[in-house]
């Protein structure tokens, strides 16, 4: 499986209420919700992303909140990865849940820019950035979470019965 | 090699002798709990499940509390689709307005958690119960789901930071503040993935009250959880409201901490986190000139009687500043009551405040106390981040239920050491 698309920048410490504001919370439909994704911190983010576009981000993306209508939102923009140093806990988790791909990789996250090309395998954790030719390689998934990977989230891994 | 106290507990759930840092374990859980915003989307993945009863009735908790009472007829709409989820399941710990409270201020008072137990929360603050002792900590939704489902999570064993706490904290020095300072001092990804475990003799001076203030806060520094030793208040805590039998953990001696640090409490002050990150921590001596137009007092992290209480006995008497907005909500129905018959909601609103039913309400920037733009607010809730409370351009400050009373009589960030002189002065203005 593969990512391509280009990259919305970010720095440290995005939290959950700006990637979506509590005030839109009164609805957990993801085509809603998308419409006001990064709206705090970003405001051109919803009218400039298409399908596949990336998000690189530096150290503890996510934290805050335990929405996870923030991963269901970053989703359903269209973005096909969200590449930081660090990832906070919670988003994290919902974000593997969801199966919404997320890498953490610091060296990358250094030497990619706003509005870069890149390209992610996810068989291979290899990010590669078409812009600048550099190339990086992210920690695997352990095996339980490549597990819930490929099984689409967790609610399919259940189904599999792959809690029991 | 030994095991801290969050390890001995994922151990015990996840029936094995042993875990360590950075396993992946399955682990049985004690209660899930879900609110108002997490439970509807939850809901929808439980029945993607196609099981269809939750694993226990008595097991799970449903909590409507962001947006109640509904504030519009979309959270209404989302709050009567987990009322009938709720009905259809026979869950037993769904709790309507009237007897309801934010929920992790209800949750203990219910008695539906006690010491060693797991606890899984579709909301991040579900790690307070750490101060009972408890396993606790904040997931999403599709978790929820599934422990409501299979009553499992997974989890990675977290490392752990050892915070040891020495002394007894001056006056005017809460649970609030010491937990400000930490986050000041770490940051807010300071005990990322790890759990924060607290020790040492400062902890006897500790009230349950500030000690889920504390645990409250241990996401704000990024951590899994935060997590008390249990010793005698703890126990006499769960004696007059959990009636069941429970396990009182402890870190083996030679338990592995990746940091530890020691904390003299005697040597803090209250202590300010200014926007936008609850880790931009200054003394209240450092604070300087910082004039507000709101201040919100409650939460689940400082909306308990004690809270009530200290400021209560800062705003006896006297009267918020001018164009000042004083909104202080009690977390529970039973905090409510309690402060009804000990006479402090008259003091409240005797010094100008709206006092509110339980609700998150102006926490989250929900209802009931948005802020405009350019406005500030000191708040005793836990996160100040960019358009927490309203409008993007507007600024929370974080601090103790002492330094926003105090703040509501000046129009200005004060410290209550701070007061006697100043009041003094605007009552003699005043006559
Ligand atoms: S009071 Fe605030 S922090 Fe606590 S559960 Fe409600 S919204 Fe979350």
Known sequence: MKAKGSVFRYGDNVDTDVIIPARYLNTSDPKELAQHCMEDIDEAFITQVKKGDIIVADKNFGCGSSREHAPIAIKASGISCVIACTFARIFYRNALNIGLPILECPEAASGIASGDEVEVDFDTGTITNLSTQESWKAEPFPEFMQELIKADGLIHYIRQGGMD | ?431
């Open chain 2, 1 to 431: 090699m030994g095991m801290t106290m969050t390890q001995k507990i994922l151990a015990a759930h996840a029936g094995k002798q042993e875990v360590r840092a950075g396993q992946l374990i399955l682990a049985e859980v004690d209660m899930v709990l879900g609110n108002d915003i997490t439970a509807p989307v939850a809901v929808r993945e439980f029945e993607k499940i196609g099981i269809d009863k939750v694993f226990d009735t008595a097991k799970v908790a449903i909590v409507p509390d962001h947006f109640t009472p509904n504030k519009d007829i979309k959270s209404a709409e989302q709050c009567k689709m987990i009322r009938e989820f709720s009905k259809r399941q026979g869950i037993e710990h769904y709790f309507e307005i009237g007897e309801m409270g934010i929920e992790h201020a209800l949750l203990p008072e219910k008695g539906l958690v006690a010491a060693g137990e797991v606890v899984i929360g579709a909301d991040s603050h579900t790690c307070t119960y750490g101060a009972l002792g408890a396993f606790s900590t904040g997931v999403g939704s599709t978790d929820m789901a599934a422990g409501m489902a299979v009553g499992k999570a997974w989890f990675k064993v977290p490392p752990a930071i050892k915070f040891t706490l020495t002394g007894k904290p001056s006056q005017w020095v809460s649970g609030k503040d010491i937990i400000l300072h930490i986050i000041g001092m770490i940051g807010v990804d300071g005990a990322l993935y790890s759990s924060m475990e607290f020790a040492g003799d400062g902890i006897a001076h500790l009230s349950m009250d500030d000690r889920f203030t504390m645990a409250n806060m241990a996401i704000e520094a990024g951590a899994k959880n935060g997590i008390f030793p249990v010793d005698h208040k703890t126990i006499s805590y769960l004696a007059e409201h959990a009636d069941r039998s429970y396990t009182a953990y402890a870190p083996d001696d030679d338990a592995e901490y990746v940091r530890e640090y020691v904390i003299d409490l005697a040597s803090l002050r209250p202590t300010v986190s200014f926007p936008h990150l609850p880790d931009n921590t200054r003394t209240i001596d450092e604070v300087g000139d910082v004039p507000i137009d709101q201040v919100v007092i409650g939460s689940c992290t400082n909306g308990r009687i004690e809270d009530l209480r200290i400021a209560a006995s800062i705003l006896k008497g006297r009267k918020a500043a001018k164009g000042m907005r004083l909104i202080i909500f009690p977390a529970t129905q039973k905090i409510w009551k309690q402060a009804l018959q000990e006479g402090l909601l008259e003091i409240f609103v005797d010094a100008g405040a709206a006092v509110s039913t339980p609700t998150c309400g102006p926490c989250l920037g929900g209802h009931m106390g948005i802020l405009a733009e350019g406005e500030r607010a000191v708040a005793t809730t836990n996160r100040n981040f960019v358009g927490r409370m309203g409008h993007p351009k507007s600024e929370v400050y974080l601090a103790s239920p002492a330094v926003a009373a105090a703040s509501a009589l000046t129009g200005k960030i004060t410290g209550p050491d701070a007061l006697d002189h100043t009041i003094g002065r605007n009552q003699a203005d005043e006559s």
